[in-house]
């Protein structure tokens, strides 16, 4: 089995889950660790930097937390669901053409070359400007700017530049075309850094469109909540994408980024309440230089579509290259959704839990098509994994519903301890755990249906397995030291249905539920199979991947009887169940499985 030791990224938590995490965040030494009185299970971490900033996060000990869990424990949101209306008749129109403006009303001035917004209201905008739009307003209440076709292009900095406000607003009129296009670069202290730029709360809705360049950095970026309720929106930016400090919001609407750096992006590092990203609906398509989705702290889905490719996807990608399709700072609930990621480095990957909770998520992936550094669950929905390096990855990994498909090079599912030492029996340290007891897990190994040694396995668990319910179909090479079946601890099935096509490298614990394996020639790859018991009653069905050795265990198994496997009608092989061969070190005839060949299904 392989452990590979990653390049830190943000935060590396260093213990068990519990009911609190203490992250020190930008900036303690590598021997500074940070505490708590309050509980003696708390999480700590420590970063490589310097500062001292200590964020808490409570209530979050494991993977199986909701959407609404995570939402609970983060800052409320500020929109409403009235923001896209607005009164014409006490609107003062700003109207461009070239460097100048004609205004009526009251609240807006022309600086010429720049419009200055100073009070509260709503600002009408159209016609084109080769200007600057400035919102500075000390008042209570929101600065609506209600876009009905402006083209604002500036090489003075932001196209919008909100200085102070409120709470602003970005209307879309309908059936209007807008366009923002900022300067093609930004001084290092530079405030505003984005072509469409808020320092208050941002809200952008309606239903026209909206073209936004940022050719100096961002596309569009608030230093406090950004979210957006609606309208069609197209970034392209040499940096990131759409960029909410304290969180990224996406409520509905047709959004397509492009951007050299993260395409969608939470970036507060000091309170753990903000800094995270979620998506309730629309349509959402990004394509990022760097990270798709990231997130400091959190990222939600409960709907929508998203598509992300990052990092130019998992076509000739580097592992470890960093650029991953979603990343979560601590937690990563996907709840609802259709999710499709193509990813140089991990697809989604969590610093601490991530939960697949009914979403719909297709991965191709240069490295971990899924990955937590400590727990994993799979409780509903769909999760394809059609291209990684390692398929599924976590310290714990969870599998009690959903339905999931996973391909990979290397280890198709690898329970592990994070930090790059394998976690061997002698060491003790078994912390590691895989534990089923529902849903359905198909998984195609590196070298599945093979002799090959050292290509990985189907399942590998650095501790133990146990399944309760559930049917897995793993697939893996039979020979050396990997196999369908490979854990340093004990594999307890007491429920469902396990199917091994390939090698065990460690004996099953049937005290509870005996299992039955097979050897033969090795059958074609996609050959239907079936085992039935002596009276001729079928115990269960898959398909062949050119495996030589495939063990069956399901409750209808009984330790001693006999049962055949059935290939086109005829008996290919015969065994009794309870008599198993542990393959480690032994050799076994070829077949024509691998890596993106024929998986077993049910």
Not at 473 to 489: E, F, L, M, N, R
Not at 523 to 549: K, R
Request: charged share 20%; aromatic share 2%; glycine share 16%.
């Amino acid at each position: 089995m392989t452990i590979r030791t990653r390049r830190p990224r943000r935060l590396w938590l260093a213990a068990a889950p519990a009911l609190a995490l203490t992250l020190v965040v930008a900036g303690c030494t590598a021997t500074e660790v940070a505490s708590s009185s309050a509980s003696d299970d708390t999480v700590s971490a420590v970063t490589e930097e310097s500062d001292d900033t200590v964020v808490t996060v409570a209530n979050i000990d494991t993977a199986d937390v909701t959407a609404a869990d995570v939402l609970a424990g983060n800052q409320d949101t500020h929109d409403k669901d009235d923001d896209d209306e607005y009164d014409l008749d006490e609107a003062t129109t700003v109207t461009f053409s070239g460097s100048a403006a004609t205004i009526s009303g009251e609240g807006a001035v022309d600086e010429g070359d720049t419009v200055l917004v100073s009070e509260p209201g709503t600002y009408v905008l159209s016609g084109e400007y080769t200007g600057q739009v400035v919102v500075s307003s000390d008042a209570d209440g929101q600065v609506r700017l209600v876009l009905d076709g402006v083209d604002i292009a500036t090489d003075a900095g932001a196209a919008i530049d909100v200085q102070a406000a409120d709470e602003a607003l970005i209307i879309l009129a309908e059936g209007s075309d807008n366009s923002l296009s900022d300067a093609s670069s930004y001084a290092d202290d530079a405030d505003a850094n984005a072509a469409l730029y808020s320092s208050a709360d941002l809200t952008v809705t309606g239903t026209g469109s909206l073209t936004v360049t940022g050719n100096g950095n961002d596309g569009i970026a608030s230093s406090d909540g950004l979210v957006i309720q609606s309208g069609t929106i197209t970034v392209d930016a040499v940096d990131d994408g759409i960029r909410g400090k304290d969180y990224l919001v996406i409520r509905d609407g047709d959004i397509s980024v492009t951007a050299g750096g993260d395409g969608l992006k939470a970036d507060n590092e000091e309170e753990a309440e903000r800094g995270y990203v979620l998506i309730e609906g629309g349509s959402t398509t990004v394509d990022a230089g760097d990270d798709g989705i990231d997130a400091f702290t959190d990222v939600v889905t409960t709907g929508g579509t998203v598509s992300i490719v990052s990092g130019g996807g998992s076509t000739g990608a580097v592992a470890d290259s960093g650029a991953k399709g979603i990343v979560a700072g601590v937690v990563a609930v996907l709840e609802g959704g259709t999710i499709d990621i193509d990813a140089s480095d991990d697809g989604v990957h969590a610093d601490a839990y991530l939960h697949l909770a009914g979403a719909d998520l297709t991965v191709a992936s240069g490295d971990d098509g899924v990955h937590a550094e400590q727990e994993l669950q799979v409780s509903d929905g769909t999760v394809t994994v059609t291209t990684s390096y390692e398929g599924l990855e976590a310290e714990i990994i969870t599998i009690s519903g959903g339905t999931s498909d996973i391909v990979a090079s290397e280890d198709g599912v690898n329970a592990a301890v994070p930090g790059g030492g394998a976690s061997e029996p002698e060491s003790g340290d078994l912390s590691a755990q895989f534990i089923v007891t529902g849903g359905t897990l198909v998984v195609d190994g590196g070298g599945a249906g093979t002799a090959n040694d050292g290509a990985g396995d189907g399942i590998d668990i650095n501790g133990d397995w146990t399944q309760t319910g559930g049917t897995v179909i793993t697939s893996g090479p039979y020979g050396g030291g990997d196999g369908a079946v490979d854990a340093d601890g004990t594999v307890s099935i007491d429920g469902g249905v396990l199917i091994a096509l390939g090698g065990l490298t460690t004996d099953l614990d049937m005290s509870a539920q005996s299992a039955v394996q097979f050897s033969t020639t090795g059958i074609a790859d996609g050959t239907a199979l079936t085992v039935v018991d002596a009276s001729g009653s079928e115990v269960g069905t898959f398909t062949a991947d050119g495996s030589t050795s495939i063990t069956v265990s399901t409750p209808s198994v009984t330790s001693g009887s006999q049962y055949s496997l059935i290939a086109d009608g005829s008996t290919v092989a015969t065994a009794s169940a309870g008599e198993l061969t542990v393959t480690q070190g032994a050799g076994g005839g070829g077949g024509t499985g691998g890596p993106g060949g024929g998986a077993p299904r049910p």
